[in-house]
Structure formats: structure tokens, C-alpha cells
């Protein structure tokens, strides 16, 4: 980490620390949006830093945007921050502007299911789209959604305006809003993609990506607190982190945690360099996703009862990291594409690849 994103850590993690608290995050839970939350980050040009013709922008580059997500997982900030980072950023890849306000990702993955279920039309100069987009996340504030659909065999990417369409409240494990928007012959924007992810939609692979940042946040705040705890908690006269077992499940847990940072920074510092960085950034979810398993286990097992309270900040986290390792594609989906991409370079490229990556 260099010095401007040191600035920008401590920058974030000050904003976080003085507007985000246990009321904000009971409101969220009950419903209630922080129209001050969002645009307390927005004016520090935090919600579309990777587009230089925004004015806020800070020309951010992936790394910068690493240390900003990081620390929404962190604080398990109620916002869509990530969404409207990764939608203005595919947007402005494509030519499209990005409209105000919140942004969301619909996750379309290329099953004939998906495929059928949002249907996209071309009618003279408008493009239409009709179905159901399930599970958006943050789908009752987005301004408009972003989507990558396949139209006469050619991937196109989609800016659809939330304004107009019918919308169906939902929630993950987490208590993050995740609602059904229904598309009624909608009037879209629309641009052919001028770079395929493959087998995985860009979608797909930048919001994978941007969860494996929140989940490394999230365990970084998980493994902070049980520490923490271990030190506190007296048992037989001693805190319960002097004891062995409690001390390897401590040492398993800050290995974990280390595991899923390296991973991520590595899928990261790809996208940075540019390129094709699927490989790194399915190996980078297959590896959070089985840190967060490692993190939620250790981590109540430590704190016992108490973590499993509603009173106790740890299930902010917790509850985060079950439903973030699904999101986006859960570690079975990545193995697949992992062992696939395996599969094409063969025998005379496998080493190469794996020595270069």
C-alpha cells in the first residue's frame, strides 16, 4: 500500500467511524435508507472514482478502489457503494454515461434460464427490455440497474432506469436489501460489449470481485474483535486466549484472513495492469469464500453466546460473509470456471500461466 492509499484508508475509515453507527445500522435493518450516508460519501467522490469525466472523481485506480471497498466490509456500511462503483465503471467501458445516484448490478449468469427470463428487443432506435431480474441488490433505491444480456448471440451491455418498473422488497441473511425488479417493456440504453469476460459475465466477474474486497474487510473486523475477545473473556481465572486451542483457532484465523487479502490484491493488482484477470479473480472468490466459512465458525465459536446476539456488532459481519461467499457466484461456480480455464491452456501452457500469474 502506498502513501495516497494510506491517506485514502484513513480518509475512509475516519468517514465510517463518525457517521456510521448502531443507529444508522437499525434503521437500515428496518428499512430506512441514509440519504446522509450516501451522500456524505458521494461528495468525498467515493462513488464513482474509477471514471475520470465525473467531476468528484478522484482518478482512482483498482487499488485505490480495493481500499475503499475493504473498508465497506470493514463496517458493514448498509449502502451500494460497491454496485454504483463497478455499474459506472462497466458503464463508462461502454460508452454509456452513468446516471446519479445509487447504481445496482443484476447478476446474469448464462444459463437458457437466465437467458429467457430477460428478454431484450430492438425496435427501430429503442431497445426494450421485459422480465424479472430476482435478488437485485439494493434494487428499491438504485436509480437505474446495470445488466449484461445476450441478444442475437452478441453480449450487450444495459442501463435500464429503476423509474417505471415494479418493485418487490427482499433481503439477504445480512438484512442488505435484495428486491425483484420486474422490466414491463422497458426503455433501455444499450451498447454492444467490446471485450468479453467468456464463459462469465462482466457483471458476474467485477461484482465477484468486489466481494471478495468486502469479504476480506469483514474478516479483518471478525478476526479484530475475537482477538479482542479472547483477551477480555476470564475463564478458570485467566483470559481464555492464554489457552492453546483457543490460540491455534486464533492463528488458523489470522492465516485465513491473510490468505483471502493476498488473493484479492492479487485479483486487484490484474485489473489494474489490465488484461484478462477472470483467472485471478475466480481464485480470489473460491479463496474468500472458504475464509469467510473459516472466519464465521472461528469467530462465534470464540465469542459464544454472545456473538450470536443481535446486541453484538459480530453477526454484522458474520451475516455479511454467509450471504457476500454466495453473491456473485458462490466457490462451486468459480472452481468450475477455474478448472476449465485449466482444461484450455493444456498441458504446454498450464505452467506458464500459473508461473506468470
Not at 465525473?54 to 482512482?60: C, D, N, T, V, Y
Not at 483498482?62 to 449502502?79: F, M, Q, S, Y
Not at 428478454?119 to 438504485?142: H, I, M, N, Y
Not at 468450475?336 to 505452467?351: K, S, Y
Amino acid at each position: 500500500m502506498n502513501e495516497m492509499q494510506m491517506m485514502l484508508e484513513q480518509m475512509v475509515e475516519r468517514f465510517f467511524a463518525e457517521e456510521l453507527d448502531s443507529t444508522t445500522q437499525a434503521s437500515s435493518q428496518a428499512g430506512h435508507f441514509s440519504q446522509d450516508l450516501w451522500r456524505g460519501i458521494d461528495e468525498l467522490g467515493l462513488t464513482r472514482p474509477l471514471v475520470p469525466s465525473e467531476p468528484a472523481a478522484l482518478g482512482a485506480s483498482w487499488l485505490d478502489v480495493l481500499v475503499v471497498l475493504r473498508a465497506t466490509g470493514r463496517h458493514a456500511a448498509p449502502l451500494p457503494l460497491a454496485e454504483t462503483i463497478i455499474a459506472s465503471w462497466l458503464l463508462g467501458s461502454a460508452g454509456l454515461d452513468a446516471p446519479e445516484g445509487p447504481l445496482t448490478l443484476v447478476d446474469v449468469d448464462n444459463s437458457a434460464a437466465d437467458r429467457e427470463q430477460l428478454r431484450l428487443e430492438s425496435r427501430g432506435e429503442d431497445w426494450r427490455l421485459s422480465g424479472k431480474a430476482s435478488r437485485v441488490p439494493w434494487g428499491r433505491v438504485a436509480t437505474a440497474a446495470v445488466l449484461v444480456v445476450t441478444h442475437e448471440g452478441q453480449q450487450r451491455i444495459v442501463l435500464a432506469p429503476r423509474a417505471g418498473t415494479e418493485v418487490t422488497n427482499g433481503r439477504n441473511l445480512a438484512g442488505e436489501w435484495r428486491d425483484d425488479l420486474v422490466f414491463r417493456d422497458h426503455l433501455v440504453k444499450t451498447t454492444p460489449l467490446l471485450q468479453s469476460a467468456g464463459r462469465v459475465s462482466p457483471v458476474r466477474l467485477m461484482g465477484g470481485l468486489a466481494r471478495c474486497a468486502q469479504i476480506t474487510g469483514a474478516l479483518d473486523r471478525v478476526l479484530e474483535s475475537t482477538v479482542r475477545y479472547a483477551n477480555e473473556r476470564r475463564q478458570f481465572g485467566q483470559p481464555i486466549g492464554k489457552f492453546q486451542a483457543v490460540q491455534h483457532n486464533l492463528a488458523i484465523l489470522a492465516g485465513e484472513v491473510a490468505a483471502c487479502g493476498v488473493a484479492t490484491e492479487a485479483a486487484f493488482s490484474a485489473m489494474q495492469a489490465g488484461g484478462d484477470a477472470s483467472f485471478l479473480v475466480a481464485v480470489a472468490k473460491i479463496r474468500a469464500g472458504s475464509a469467510a466459512a473459516q472466519g464465521i465458525a472461528i469467530g462465534h465459536q470464540v465469542h459464544g453466546a454472545i456473538g450470536f446476539t443481535l446486541e453484538h456488532p459480530l453477526q454484522l459481519s458474520t451475516r455479511r460473509l454467509m450471504s457476500w461467499r454466495a453473491e456473485f457466484g458462490a466457490e462451486r461456480h468459480w472452481a468450475l470456471q477455474v478448472g476449465q480455464q485449466v482444461l484450455d491452456w493444456g498441458t504446454e501452457g498450464f505452467w506458464p500461466q500459473i508461473a506468470a500469474h
